[in-house]
């Protein structure tokens, strides 16, 4: 059974740094692209950052840029996102997922979706 598992949400005052997690199980995604995406209240999800295989190519919606990093630890099957000056517009439930083809299309087509983690920023 394929499991993506999110952790390291919280509630953080504006300015402030969260460092998520998603551990993978069940199948290794070394070969390929992960990514993380967003929801809040009301929202449609969004695609936030997404990290190649190799950990070379990293992609990001202009919101993030400068601000998060996305990467990876093929070794221990785990996915990261560092968050560094949290805005209260990140507030949003963050999820990590996982592609099972080897196409580099980072934007969409994911496979395997975690469960979520809640961000928090106050103002």
């Known amino acids: 059974q394929v499991q993506l598992v999110e952790s390291g949400g919280g509630l953080v005052q504006a300015g402030g740094s969260l460092r998520l997690s998603c551990a993978a199980s069940g199948r290794t995604f070394s070969r390929n692209y992960m990514g993380w995406f967003r929801q809040a209240p009301g929202k449609e999800r969004e695609f936030v950052a997404a990290?190649?295989?190799?950990?070379?190519?990293?992609y990001y919606v202009d919101s993030v840029k400068g601000r998060f990093t996305i990467s990876r630890d093929n070794a221990k099957n785990t996915l990261y996102l560092q968050m560094n000056s949290l805005k209260p517009e990140d507030t949003a439930v963050y999820y990590c997922?996982?592609?099972?083809?080897?196409?580099?299309?980072?934007?969409?087509?994911?496979?395997?979706w975690g469960q979520g983690t809640q961000v928090t920023v106050s103002s």
């Open positions: 997922a996982a592609k099972t083809d080897y196409s580099s299309n980072y934007y969409s087509g994911y496979a395997y």
């Open positions: 990290i190649s295989w190799s950990g070379g190519p990293t």
